[in-house]
């Protein structure tokens, strides 16, 4: 009955906008952040997250990043990168708003995705301010422990957002235009804990819209959704999406 509630709310709810976080990774092999088992309870992220860490000690940065970018580079997209993909192509979904880094959106199909917290696609230098896309820096990382700028000799730093940054502001004023639009704010694998992008499901009730929200354990905003759906996305989406499939004659 909840994969035909979701169908439903999607087809009727237009427009529909998505807001992903790390529990569509997980089923991708890539650890969250904040569970009992996720990267910030074996890491201080004071200390390897920060940015005033890597203006401290990038080295010592890069030694929590090398591994990380090599493994998000070898993981791939899952059925709930899939099925999110599909729904964009099918005209249900008009973009995905992502508090992840690891590209397995884009890789999946998805053609509009908002990066609220930057990616991997790219490092810059903070000294001469040169950019590199990701195949230039797995190739810097293969010779070093951390990727020095071939123009200046600095550290590269990862394009994400670090504890301390100021989110891109460019992504989130989208986002959250677009969580203001929606009619259904559909929520993915995130315990929408982390502000601002928190806020986006004030943003689209606030305007008359609905939430629903797909993820493994309880949310900061369960009381306020309209359908709560405790289950794998990647199980549970790809069945709301061949419910939406056009049947051929």
């Not at 035909?4 to 009727?12: P, Q, S, W, Y």
């Not at 009619?183 to 995130?190: D, K, Q, W």
């Not at 900061?220 to 990647?234: M, N, Q």
Request: hydrophobic share 45%; aromatic share 6%.
């Amino acid at each position: 009955m909840s994969v035909g509630a979701l169908a439903d709310l999607i087809r009727l709810r237009q427009p529909c906008v998505v807001l992903t976080g790390a529990g569509v990774s997980t089923e991708s092999g890539i650890p969250d952040f904040r569970s009992p088992t996720g990267l910030w309870a074996k890491f201080d992220p004071l200390e390897y997250g920060s940015i005033e860490a890597f203006r401290r000690d990038p080295l010592k940065v890069w030694s929590f990043y090398k591994p990380r970018v090599a493994m998000l580079t070898d993981a791939e997209p899952n059925p709930a990168h899939a099925a999110l993909a599909e729904l964009e192509q099918l005209g249900f979904v008009e973009a995905v708003v992502t508090q992840n880094i690891d590209l397995l959106h884009e890789r999946a199909g998805s053609r509009d995705v908002v990066e609220v917290h930057g990616s991997i696609r790219t490092s810059s230098c903070s000294g001469c301010g040169n950019r590199y896309e990701l195949a230039r820096v797995l190739e810097l990382l293969a010779a070093a422990e951390a990727p020095a700028c071939p123009a200046c000799g600095g550290i590269l730093k990862p394009d994400v957002v670090f504890f301390g940054e100021l989110l891109p502001p460019e992504a989130i004023d989208r986002a959250y235009e677009l969580a203001r639009r929606a009619r259904l704010l559909l929520v993915v694998g995130s315990a929408l804990e982390v502000y601002p992008v928190a806020r986006l499901p004030l943003e689209t009730i606030g305007t008359g819209g609905e939430l629903a929200i797909v993820n493994r354990g309880r949310t900061a905003f369960d009381s306020e959704a309209s359908l709560r759906i405790d289950s794998s996305a990647g199980e549970f989406l790809p069945q709301v999406v061949a419910l939406l499939r056009p049947r051929r004659a």
